[in-house]
C-alpha cells in the first residue's frame, strides 16, 4: 500500500528540477504494480504473474497484492471493473487512471535519480576503496589488511581515527 504518496509538502527536488515522492524501498511494489497494468490492463493473477516472470519483482504475496491493487483505486491511481472470466467467475480487471500515469511518471523520474546516485556512490566506492574484493587484494600486496580501512581517504574525507 502507498503510504507516502507525492504531495506538495512531501516531494523534494530531483534531478533536472523535477519533483520526486519521498519513499522507502518496502514501497516498491506500487511503482512496479502500476508499471504492470500500465502494460496491460490485468486481473489479480496475472499482475501477480507479470510481476514475477516479466518484471523479475519477488515481492508480495497474493494478499498484499491485492490490498494494495484497492488501496491504489482508492487513491485514484487505477479503476477496477467486473468482467466475466473465460470459464468462472467474474474477475476484477484494473487499468490505469491519468493520475496513476503521471504518480508512475514521477516514480520514474525518482527512481532515475536515485539510480544516478547509487551509480555515483558505487563508482567511488570501488574506484577509490576498491570494494571488498579490492581490499583482500591489496592486503595480499603489502597494502592495508584492516577491513574498511581504505590506504588514502579522498581530498576532504578523514580516513578515519588515526590517533593523532
Known sequence: MPRRRPTPDSTADG??????PRWSPRDMLVPYVLLAVSIQRAH??????YLKKTLK????????????????????????????GPTGP????????????AWLDTWGSMLDAYR???????SFYTGAYGG???RE????????????APEQAPAGVSGGDTGE
Open 132 to 134: 571488498a574484493s579490492s
Open 57 to 84: 519483482y519477488t515481492g508480495p504475496d497474493m494478499s498484499t497484492l491485492y490490498r494494495t491493487l484497492r488501496q491504489l483505486e482508492k487513491d485514484g491511481l487505477l479503476l477496477s471493473a467486473w468482467e466475466p
Open 44 to 49: 489479480g493473477y496475472v499482475i501477480e504473474d
Open 15 to 20: 534531478a533536472n528540477g523535477h519533483a520526486v
Open 90 to 101: 467474474a474477475r476484477r480487471v484494473y487499468s490505469i487512471t491519468d493520475a496513476g500515469r
Open 137 to 148: 587484494t591489496r592486503a595480499h600486496a603489502g597494502g592495508s589488511s584492516k577491513p574498511g
Open 116 to 122: 544516478g546516485m547509487i551509480d555515483n556512490f558505487f
